[in-house]
């Protein structure tokens, strides 16, 4: 299916192609020895899920990595996984699983082109700049092929960008329409500066939340780079144990994972730690891209009002102005984002069905979802936080 002068290679392991062709395709902004836009999809941190088992056997995340070359040149790459199961990708198709298997299909395995546990917004057909079109071309071919040959049930490209949602939609894609919360920074220079575009009540709430967070008794840190130590890690780990067992039933990442994190991403990580009495008690894990914050795991093992709030939102949104990031992407669900400055935006998947019948079906029901996550986030926008006119009390 893919141009003939471009040679698609299916990896099981990325061992299998050099950091520097997969980054110049992730990356190439970073290429200098900048920031990457998108730190999920760089070598080092999916090398960092392979090799610490939180992706591979048992997983139920096989990677299938995709590289298209063209004249021996990696031209495109993509984060490819063969799926046992639906688990660790947010945007979900749990019903439709149970609906093709109820009518006597095999759902399982599946192909899913995402990052794995994480639910962040970025480009999923990863191009060598000036190769952009015939790249992503050869990609979404090519990952079709593969589902065809290997009489799978159906593709799902996760948290695509809105670009790639059309083309892919042009391509004969079904595209869907998801929503998360983010943080926009609209050139503030200080905490206060963001209050002020809020409502009075709004505001006051806030401070009043902040306050009451940092009465806990103890003192918040943000770690970055040299900052963070081994054993800040062997402190989150408890949190995240914590907050996986309650909300998954089995933490996805493995203790190595952040090991790893710590051998080769420490530049690109923000942690928040909270401690009381010389000890952690309460954390948050941010990664650092050129322009978003992205917040992406929160646990504790002891209760403080507001303290997660102060951790996960108003500390992250001290840095993204401080940094003078665009905006701060806090990851799945939580509509109490959004009295906290938080609103809502669109998120993009692209789905392909090998079955006819199953496949219009979906995509009759796509449709009619597209439409209430559009009217949802129109109502939720008006319930924002943020002030509805110039003459509101600036108090």
């Known amino acids: 299916m893919t141009d003939e002068t471009i040679e698609i290679q299916v990896l099981t392991s990325l061992t299998q192609i050099s950091a520097r062709d997969w980054d110049a395709c992730a990356c190439p902004e970073a290429t200098d020895g900048g920031r990457a836009d998108d730190p999920f999809?760089?070598?080092?941190?999916?090398?960092?899920?392979?090799?610490?088992?939180?992706?591979?056997?048992?997983?139920?995340?096989?990677?299938?990595?995709?590289?298209?070359?063209?004249?021996?040149?990696?031209i495109a790459v993509?984060?490819?996984?063969?799926?046992?199961?639906?688990?660790?990708?947010?945007?979900?198709?749990?019903?439709?699983?149970?609906a093709y298997e109820r009518a006597g299909g095999?759902?399982?395995?599946?192909?899913?082109?995402?990052?794995?546990?994480?639910?962040?917004?970025?480009?999923?057909?990863?191009?060598?700049?000036?190769?952009?079109?015939?790249?992503?071309?050869?990609?979404?071919?090519?990952a079709v092929q593969l589902a065809a040959d290997n009489q799978l049930s159906s593709l799902h490209i996760t948290f695509c960008t809105e670009t790639e949602a059309q083309a892919g939609a042009q391509m004969g894609l079904m595209?869907?329409?998801?929503?998360?919360?983010?943080?926009?920074?609209?050139?503030?220079?200080?905490?206060?500066?963001?209050?002020?575009?809020?409502s009075s009540r709004k505001?006051?709430?806030?401070?009043?939340e902040r306050a009451r967070a940092n009465d806990f008794g103890g003192t918040i840190r943000l770690l970055t780079g040299e900052d963070i130590e081994p054993q800040h890690w062997e402190a989150f780990w408890q949190f995240y144990q914590d907050t996986g067992a309650r909300k998954w039933g089995t933490p996805y990442l493995t203790r190595a994972f952040f090991d790893r994190m710590h051998d080769t991403m420490r530049d690109d990580i923000l942690l928040i730690m909270a401690e009381r009495d010389g000890q952690p008690v309460a954390g948050a894990l941010n990664f650092i891209g050129a322009q978003a914050l992205y917040g992406r795991y929160w646990g504790c093992t002891e209760d403080h009002p507001c303290l997660h709030f102060e951790a996960c939102y108003y500390r992250a949104?001290?840095?993204?102005?401080?940094?003078?990031?665009?905006?701060?992407?806090?990851?799945?669900?939580?509509?109490?984002?959004?009295?906290?400055?938080?609103?809502?935006?669109?998120?993009?998947?692209?789905?392909?069905?090998?079955?006819p019948g199953f496949a219009d079906a979906v995509a009759t029901?796509?449709?009619?979802?597209?439409?209430?996550?559009?009217?949802?986030?129109?109502?939720?926008?008006?319930?924002?936080?943020f002030r509805k006119t110039e003459g509101e009390d600036h108090q």
Request: glycine share 8%; charged share 20%; hydrophobic share 35%.
């Open 175 to 198: 595209p869907r329409s998801s929503q998360q919360f983010h943080w926009l920074n609209d050139d503030y220079d200080t905490f206060d500066d963001f209050l002020a575009s809020l």
């Open 106 to 142: 095999r759902y399982y395995p599946k192909l899913q082109l995402a990052v794995p546990f994480t639910p962040v917004t970025g480009r999923r057909f990863l191009t060598r700049p000036g190769f952009e079109a015939a790249g992503q071309s050869a990609l979404v071919q090519g």
């Open 365 to 385: 029901y796509l449709e009619g979802e597209r439409a209430a996550v559009a009217e949802d986030i129109e109502i939720l926008t008006s319930y924002g936080p």
């Open 41 to 74: 999809t760089t070598y080092r941190f999916l090398r960092a899920l392979e090799q610490s088992g939180s992706v591979g056997p048992g997983t139920g995340w096989q990677p299938r990595y995709m590289a298209a070359y063209l004249d021996g040149q990696v």
């Open 317 to 355: 949104i001290d840095f993204a102005i401080a940094q003078r990031l665009d905006r701060i992407e806090a990851g799945a669900q939580g509509e109490h984002k959004l009295a906290r400055g938080y609103l809502p935006v669109t998120t993009h998947s692209l789905h392909w069905i090998a079955d």
């Open 203 to 208: 505001r006051k709430a806030i401070r009043k």
């Open 78 to 98: 993509a984060p490819l996984y063969a799926k046992g199961n639906s688990q660790g990708e947010y945007i979900f198709d749990h019903n439709w699983a149970n």
